[in-house]
């Protein structure tokens, strides 16, 4: 095992990485921006490197500078935890070339998952189920237009690199396709440096399940289980849960089967997710691949009672899963919702400084959090402030123990979507287990409208 781990990363998902590491003794090395100098993960952390000035691009993007760190205070491995630089080919490829071992797959598979049209071809090649499309990148509308006659409306445009639902768009009709053509690939190539688009037919009224894979250096490749994203505003995940209650078993075999296969094929190693529409009559679609450990894994955790961070920094220094598929089992349900510092009804960010933090406690109440009384939430970051998970032996008693912690959840000093967050798990389609990806806007949003 490492002696000595740095973690490219910030807030909350730092702070979790360092919690195992301290467990297993790992010394960590935490890196900051000039505006996170008082947070928690530097504070937790055995050392801490000011790695620049607040803006991302100068700070927890700036390459050279973290590898500078990493090479200066003798780090065997790197963490990149999740958004920031954890999908970066760049990077893997940089950290390697330094000699230190990057906490996820090799440089190659993050490049093959990270164009949507390449990782497409790729699950198709794999026999994994993918969404009528194209296969190769679209030009321009006139090409655009072309293409959604052949597929027909409503079709999906989407960009091909990035994520977070940047660069896509649901469009209804060829007028609508031609304004939202040129807005979205400037868009994509504004935040991504690619303005490659596609197009793929519109599945209505999608699930979004996704499954959690990890895989070693020895071939070995473990699905474990799915976890449930379908309530999502501006296409980003605010509860998702384990397992999915939507899908039947057969379905789940299935996708874990699919999945399994789609790792193998492109000799995956380390913790990843691979990400399926499922309509409504249970066909599930490929959607992307996420090359890292994702936001919601502690769901997964709590239903297999393993430490996915604990697991990735085994097969990181070449150690053989110690589990398989047939000595996993799920136990219980577990929910988690995203604690973001926005506005409640427009979704937008609310920095700010928290002047009170109170975290409900109780039987299956878990916190991911990466702030406390007096912490500065700046505009510079992902506004996602804690994560609150919950678990029970049953779907019906983790629903009433998460209700229960948000009522008793007090933030202030700033806006928290946690006046949402208790719409949404109080809502009766909440509570029988059907969620689509249209939940926020055919049930939130009108119930916001009526309560003005």
């Known amino acids: 095992m490492f002696n000595k781990v740095l973690i490219a990363n ?8 360092i919690r195992t590491c301290r467990r297993l003794n790992i010394h960590t090395v935490a890196i900051y921006s000039e505006a996170d100098a008082e947070s928690l993960h530097v504070k937790d952390a055995d050392e801490a490197h000011c790695v620049g000035k607040p803006p991302v691009a ?6 050279e500078r973290i590898l500078e760190i990493a090479l200066e205070n003798g780090v ?16 893997a490829k940089r950290c390697e070339e330094e000699g230190l071992i990057f906490i996820g797959p090799s440089a190659d598979v993050i490049a093959s998952m990270g164009s949507k049209l390449e990782a497409r071809k790729t699950m198709k090649a794999a026999g994994v189920p993918i969404v009528e499309g194209v296969e190769t990148p679209v030009k321009d509308a006139e090409e655009a237009t072309e293409i959604a006659e052949r597929l027909g409306y409503p079709i999906m445009l989407k960009a091909s690199a990035g994520g977070g639902g940047i660069g896509m768009q649901l469009v209804e009709n060829a007028e609508e396709l031609v304004k939202a ?26 699930h979004h399940v996704e499954v959690q894979i990890i895989a070693d250096h020895q071939g070995n490749v473990v699905p474990l289980f799915e976890r449930e994203c379908s309530i999502q505003r501006r296409n980003q995940k605010v509860v998702e849960e384990a397992p999915s209650p939507f899908i039947s078993q057969e379905t789940r075999d299935k996708m874990l089967e699919a999945s399994v296969k789609a790792a193998k094929h492109i000799g995956y190693v380390n913790a990843g997710t691979i990400e399926y529409l499922v309509d409504e009559d249970q066909n599930f679609y490929f959607l992307e691949m996420n090359t890292r450990l994702q936001v919601e894994h502690p769901v997964t955790e709590e239903i297999t009672k393993l430490d996915l961070v604990e ?6 220094a070449q150690q053989p899963l110690s589990f398989t598929k047939e000595s996993i089992t799920k136990q219980g349900h577990a929910i988690e919702v995203r604690i973001y510092a926005e506005n409640p009804s427009t979704f937008f960010p609310s920095p700010g400084t928290i002047t009170a933090l109170e975290l409900p406690t109780g039987e299956g109440v878990r916190h991911e959090c990466g702030v406390e009384t007096g912490s500065a939430v700046t505009p510079f970051y ?3 402030i804690s994560k609150l998970v919950v678990w029970g032996e049953t779907r019906d ?7 229960q912690a948000l009522k008793a959840y007090k933030v202030e000093g700033i806006q928290t979507n946690i006046p949402m967050l208790l719409k949404t798990v109080t809502h009766e389609q909440f509570l029988k287990g059907y969620t689509t ?16």
């Open 181 to 206: 053509f040129e807005g979205n690939q400037k868009r994509a190539q504004s935040f991504f440096g690619d303005g490659t688009m596609y197009m793929e037919r519109f599945i209505a009224n999608p």
């Open 437 to 452: 990806t249209k939940f926020v806007e055919q049930f939130y949003l009108p119930q916001l409208a009526e309560s003005k």
């Open 397 to 403: 008693i983790a629903c009433e123990r998460l209700i």
């Open 58 to 63: 100068q700070s927890y993007l700036n390459i």
């Open 10 to 17: 910030r807030g909350e998902i730092a702070r979790r990485i």
């Open 76 to 91: 065997e491995a790197v963490h990149p935890g999740y958004g920031l630089l954890s999908e970066n080919t760049e990077f």
């Open 382 to 384: 992902d506004p996602m």
């Open 311 to 316: 697991e990735q920094l085994k097969i990181a």
